[in-house]
């Protein structure tokens, strides 16, 4: 079936440090790919998204791309900020009739100062 | 002009006790989710509904009965409340006939079962 990983936090990082969070997933067909960031006390909301492979996902300074020969789509940032401490979630949705959304199980992100 | 909207927001109620948690999006989505965040914020998704129509019935207690009026509303309704169904609760919702659309989500309504 299908299913998401990535990689367990917590992640702790000084301001300014580069980040990657890993997340790679297993799907029949072509899925849509999706992080999702959870700030303290919210709800879920979309970071970036794609939808195709090699599709680049881009917002707020997090990259995603979507790379299907390696069932890949890993965040990254290239300066950090304490604003960016969150839950990230990366998820998939099937292309098929159920139009199912899969998660991965969350990597909380702390930024020290 | 919310996209999706859940009350309460925050619910403290007695072991035993009957309580609902509402939910409502002004998106045009035809489809609805209810998810339970744990404490080590897993998400674990409960139901879904497309058009009224229950589609999504993941392994969750007799007591926990969702309730779809119209497409825009998903009403989640839990009996005899117990300490375990202390939680976060998702709704959220997307449109089924595209597989590029991304849910939105509500801000969570936090149950403390006492």
């Known amino acids: 079936g299908n299913s998401v990983t990535q990689m367990e936090g917590p992640v702790t990082l000084s301001e300014e440090a580069f980040l990657t969070i890993n997340c790679t997933y297993t799907a029949t067909g072509y899925p849509s790919l999706f992080w999702y960031v959870q700030y303290p006390g919210e709800g879920l909301q979309l970071l970036l998204k794609a939808t195709k492979a090699d599709d680049k996902g881009s917002n707020k300074g997090f990259e995603a791309t979507y790379r299907k020969e390696t069932t890949s789509f890993h965040l990254e940032k290239g300066s950090v900020q304490v604003s960016d401490s969150a839950v990230y979630f990366c998820?998939?949705?099937?292309?098929?009739?159920?139009?199912?959304?899969?998660w991965g199980l969350g990597t909380s992100l702390a930024v020290n100062p | 002009d919310t996209a999706v909207s859940q009350t309460p927001k925050y619910l403290v109620t007695q072991m035993g006790n009957d309580k609902s948690i509402k939910c409502e999006q002004n998106l045009g989505h035809d489809t609805m989710y209810w998810y339970k965040q744990d404490s080590k914020k897993f998400l674990k998704i409960m139901f879904s509904y497309n058009n009224k129509e229950l589609i999504i019935n993941e392994t969750v207690p007799n007591r926990f009965s969702p309730k779809s009026p119209d497409k825009a509303h998903l009403n989640l309704h839990i009996n005899s409340l117990e300490l375990g169904d202390s939680a976060v609760y998702f709704c959220?919702?997307?449109?089924?006939?595209?597989?590029?659309?991304?849910?939105?989500f509500g801000q969570g309504t936090r149950l403390t079962v006492v």
């Open positions: 959220a919702s997307t449109r089924r006939d595209r597989v590029d659309t991304e849910a939105f």
């Open positions: 998820a998939l949705i099937s292309a098929g009739n159920n139009r199912k959304l899969i």
